[in-house]
C-alpha cells in the first residue's frame, strides 16, 4: 500500500520560510514522480512542484519559481519542498502526491497525501 505522509507547516508571518517533507512508502520501484499540490479556499487545486527520482530534474508552476525548491532525498524515500518569501497569497493546504508512471510534465499523479495546512499572516 502506498502511502504519502506529509510534515513541517504550519503558521508563518509573510516573508518566512517553511520546509515541508513527505515520506512515500510502499512503491515497488524506486522510479516515480513525486511533488505537491496545493488548495486555498475558495479555489481549485493546482500543482506546484515535481521532481522525478530518476533523473532529479524539478518542476514549478510559475507562481512558485524562485521562491520554493523542490529536492528529493532518495535514500530517505522524502521529498522536501523548502518555501522562502512566503506571501499570504501562499496560504494553502499542501499535498504531496506521486504517481510511478506519469510524468511531470503532464503530472495528474494517482497516490495523494492526506495534506497539510500552511498560514502565511500578513
Known sequence: EVQLVE?????????????LSCAASGFR?????????RQAPGK??????????????????????????ISSDNAKNTVYLQMNSL???????????ADPLVPCSDWFPYYWGQGIQVTVSS
Open 87 to 97: 506571501n499570504p497569497e501562499d496560504t494553502a493546504v499542501y499535498y504531496c502526491a
Open 7 to 19: 510534515s513541517g507547516g504550519g503558521l508563518v508571518q509573510a516573508g518566512g520560510s517553511l520546509r
Open 44 to 69: 481549485e487545486r493546482e500543482g506546484i512542484s515535481c521532481i522525478s527520482r530518476s533523473d532529479g530534474i524539478p518542476y514549478y508552476v510559475d507562481s512558485v519559481k524562485g521562491r520554493f525548491t
Open 29 to 37: 520501484s524506486d522510479d516515480y514522480t513525486i511533488g505537491w499540490f
